[in-house]
């Protein structure tokens, strides 16, 4: 069965009834599934399976230590971007030399952190980066582990926010440039070249636009090494989508079979693979839980306000993304539907969870559940409107246990002044 179903008419997380959970913990409430986490990663294992390969966990997409350290306790490293993504990952476990550092603005203080704490690869994304990185490196006694974003300039058809494998983004080094950037970095006394690095884009639903990146970056691999510059590790980044709303991405198990297969014809099947999957491996795992607050018959619009809002779950405002909305109660699916907008109390027109939802008789009080907000919700989640973050709770099988508290209102002036 899928880990987020109806049984017996009702929701529920695995073995735990989401009506349970609400009632417990209260409203906006984050339930993820472990064994939907473990069984996307395994799809990652199965389809790597027999390669020396490092799946690196791209934190951003949800960054809560309970779900670092399932992922870390399952042999995974951690993609971070910033050094407070280093504490945290290292806080819930994470082996360093498992942790590459990848963003387009690291500063030296969080350059010196990462060498510090021994993290294995600098994903480098310019050449004054490249720089900069040396200089610290030297100054610190050390020589830093780096790999060079490159830009396939492949389109993934992605939203334009999500998208960063064509030219004209502020990321990668271009793939014009990219022998030219090994060759400096390999001339360089503080770094040592030990991998290639690329990353499309986020939310992919094809197969294509990954087989063309890697094909553009073994032809960079043959040039690199033909200057005398080995590449140990090949890093192809994360991106990989779910399903939201009928999307249908390839299996995880599938696609790499296909990318190593390539790999292989091209005689690079003993290169070390690393990937950063993020939303793949926690997207569909998660539920947020809201209150309906109020219904708001309209001449244009019916609105069904709820507790949760953009400050929660972000990616409807910021992208205009769906995500299923669905009771805690089956609705029979002969029941009549009335069509909503479902939105939160924040002060804003962008405040919206759901647009023109049909839904089965629903009535103040009771509890909605929005799917696939594993990923970029919580992580994405903001105080604005001074709304306390929500709480978060991990369920495994017929257990629960609450992985974040409620953020208390008095938490949210800490350290501010009259
Ligand atoms: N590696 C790098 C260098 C990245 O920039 C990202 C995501 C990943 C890996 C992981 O990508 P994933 O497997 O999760 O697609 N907030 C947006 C998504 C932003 C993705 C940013 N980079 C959203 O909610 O859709």
Partial sequence: APFVCYQNGQLMVEGVALS?????????????????????????????????????????????????????????GFDIVSAGELERALAAGATPSKIVFSGVGKTRAEMRRALEAGVGCFNIES?????????????????APVSIRVNPNVDAKTHPYISTGLKGNKFGISHDEALAAYRHAASLPGLRVVGIDCHIGSQITESAPYLEAMDRVLDLVTQIEAAGIPIHHIDFGGGLGIDYNGDTPPAADVLWQQLLGKLDARG????????????????????????VLFLKPGEQKNFCIVDAAMNDLPRPALYEAFHRIVPLAEANPAAQTTTYDVVGPVCESGDWLGRDRALAVVQQGDVLAVLSAGAYCMSMASNYNTRPRAAEVLVDGASARVIRQREAVQDLWRGESV
Wanted: some cysteine; proline content about 2%; glycine content about 10%.
């Fill in 20 to 76: 349970e959970l609400a009632r417990q913990h209260g409203t906006p409430l984050f339930v993820y599934s472990k064994a939907a986490i473990l069984a996307a990663l395994a799809a990652y294992q199965r389809g790597l399976a027999g390669r020396e390969a490092l799946i690196c966990y791209a934190m951003k997409a949800n960054s809560s230590l309970a779900i670092l350290k399932l992922l870390a306790d399952a042999g995974c």
């Fill in 127 to 143: 050449m004054a980066e490249l720089d900069v990185l040396s200089d610290v490196a030297v100054a610190c006694g050390q020589t």
């Fill in 268 to 291: 690079f099947g003993n290169r070390k693979i690393m990937i950063e999957p993020g939303r793949s491996l926690v997207g569909n795992a998660g539920v947020c839980l809201t209150e």
